[in-house]
């Protein structure tokens, strides 16, 4: 241990055990009472997921808290009292990818197979769709990191001369060099000075750079969304709240056709699984499966409203008084998830999308915090990260509630399946490596000679076949375009209250 910062390591052995403890306690509140003392395989990896996508954020902070181990040394080299950050992120990102891509589909995969086969036939079946996952991904890395795994550094060729040490020295901005005719200058250097300086990188980093492109499709498309629609939708839900309690005879009204709509449901889930059952799982009734999840879902909203706006039993004040405190509660978080939001896309445009930035903006009020005390600034930086993650999971909730081809997973407190469960976790952690990417360019001065820096900063931005997307900003881009156009949506819409659908019909 001589050699590695001591204090970092214990720090790091706390958090993680503390991070297990908490998904821990998140599985055992969350889980579907169907799901109790069973089910162990999945609920193990919900829990390494979840560590490992929590880790991953966390990472960040700690890599530059590594990094000012050595902020007295010339360069990072010459400082042994360091934590080796770089093989710790390849090692998290192998197995983030190996979570993702392989362990979590074959956990899906055995927990939705048909309950009446044998535990072996289910494994059987699960390790036959992961394995034929497995060699398409393996062919499709070798043969692109065979081709085009290279990355493409562009540099200034500059020279000069040497000479004997002189008394004095004597430049000018028409005398740069010593001997004075070779190009030493990289401001004033002509364009043919530029050369491509091209190597191969490691395997490895290949994967999580491809990774890491896949996260960051998701990423903008969830997160631009949800950057907007976490914030908005918990104001938007006050201004919607009941006012008042309704009578009885209102409640007697909306209760029965509360019932009636979930009897319906019950004959199009019971026609469904005869379908299920007779072979005939087309494109119709995977639509139609998936329409059917989404009416469930509304009608729990409306079931759970019509409860608040008509509280029964001995403590009927109590609870509409603690439904309104929630309300107040969502409008306070809204306002402050709001700064934040506007914070995340004002820093994007200021910082990343003008060249050269306006200013470092969150970078220095980060810099500012640690000044003030030493984890400070660490702390908001790992919200500022963790804040993203929200912001996807809740795109991805909005989008699924109205987009036909995504499937819905929520995620409810005491009533979540395990497969809702893998989805949710799959889904941070393919956009966890975004996440990190996005950060460590957006907070760069603040993160800067880390070796998150030097995997997404440098290889990855200079990586054959996709630099283009990042030399363009085309996913900060995309970011902020979905960002504005989802508060342009609340606005129009969000205040109007979901009027109840009627009758519901599967299509034919």
């Not at 008509?310 to 978080?333: C, D, F, N, R």
């Not at 998830?337 to 220095?364: D, K, Q, R, T």
Request: some cysteine; aromatic content about 12%.
């Amino acid at each position: 241990m001589g050699d590695f910062n001591l204090a970092l390591v214990i720090v790091a052995i706390v958090v993680c055990i503390l991070v297990f403890i908490f998904n821990v306690y998140l599985l055992v509140n969350y889980q579907h009472p169907d799901d109790a003392n069973q089910a162990y395989f999945p609920k193990f990896v919900v829990v390494l997921g979840l560590s490992v996508a929590a880790i991953s954020i966390l990472m960040l902070p700690a890599d530059v808290a590594n990094r000012q181990a050595c902020r007295h040394s010339i360069y990072n080299g010459a400082c042994n009292l360091t934590l080796p950050m770089k093989d710790l992120w390849l090692a998290v990102y192998i197995l983030d990818a190996v979570l993702v891509f392989f362990v979590i589909p074959f956990a899906m995969f055995y927990y939705e197979g048909d309950q009446e086969k044998s535990v072996g036939k289910r494994i059987k079946s699960a390790l036959l769709w992961v394995v034929t996952t497995a060699i398409v991904c393996g062919l499709l890395l070798g043969i692109l990191y065979g081709l085009i795994g290279k990355v493409d550094f562009t540099v200034m060729h500059l020279s000069s001369t040497t000479t004997s040490f002189p008394s004095t020295w004597d430049f000018s901005s028409s005398q740069q060099c010593i001997g004075g005719t070779h190009q030493c200058s990289a401001y004033s250097a002509s364009a043919s000075s530029e050369k491509t300086w091209t190597m191969r990188t490691t395997f490895p980093e290949y994967v999580v750079a491809l990774a890491t492109i896949v996260g960051s499709v998701l990423f903008a498309i969830f997160g631009g969304v949800g950057i907007a629609c976490l914030p908005l939708g918990l104001i938007f839900a006050f201004i919607r709240r009941p006012k008042a309690v309704i009578t009885r005879s209102q409640y007697i009204k909306e209760a029965t056709e509360l019932g009636k709509k979930a009897r319906e449901m019950k004959k199009a889930a019971d026609n469904l699984r005869q379908e299920e059952k007779s072979g005939s799982k087309g494109r119709k009734w995977r639509k139609n499966v998936k329409a059917v999840e989404k009416e469930l879902l509304q009608l729990e909203e409306d079931v759970k409203l019509l409860e608040e706006m008509y509280p029964q039993g001995e403590k009927a004040e109590t609870s509409w008084a603690m439904t309104i405190l929630g309300y107040l509660a969502k409008l306070v978080l809204g306002i402050l998830g709001l700064i934040v939001s506007v914070a995340w896309v004002a820093h994007i445009v200021i910082y990343l999308l003008i060249n050269p930035p306006l200013s470092p903006f969150l970078n220095e009020v980060f810099i500012k915090l640690d000044d003030i005390w030493g984890l400070l600034g660490t702390a908001a930086f790992a919200f500022f990260c963790f804040y993203l993650l929200l912001a996807v999971i809740a795109g991805a909730m909005m989008l699924g509630l109205r987009l036909v081809f995504i499937t819905i997973h929520p995620m409810k407190w005491g009533a979540t399946l395990m497969n809702s469960f893998l989805f949710n976790v799959g889904l941070i952690l393919l956009c966890s490596i975004s996440v990190i990417q996005f950060c460590s360019t957006a907070f760069a001065y603040y993160a800067q000679a880390t070796a998150a820096q030097e995997i997404f900063g440098h290889t990855l931005q200079s990586l054959r076949g996709i630099r283009y997307l990042y030399k363009y900003n085309v996913f900060q881009i995309a970011f902020v375009c979905l960002a504005g156009l989802t508060f342009v949506y609340y606005a129009a819409f969000g205040w109007r209250r979901r009027k109840p659908s009627g009758r519901f019909q599967l299509s034919t």
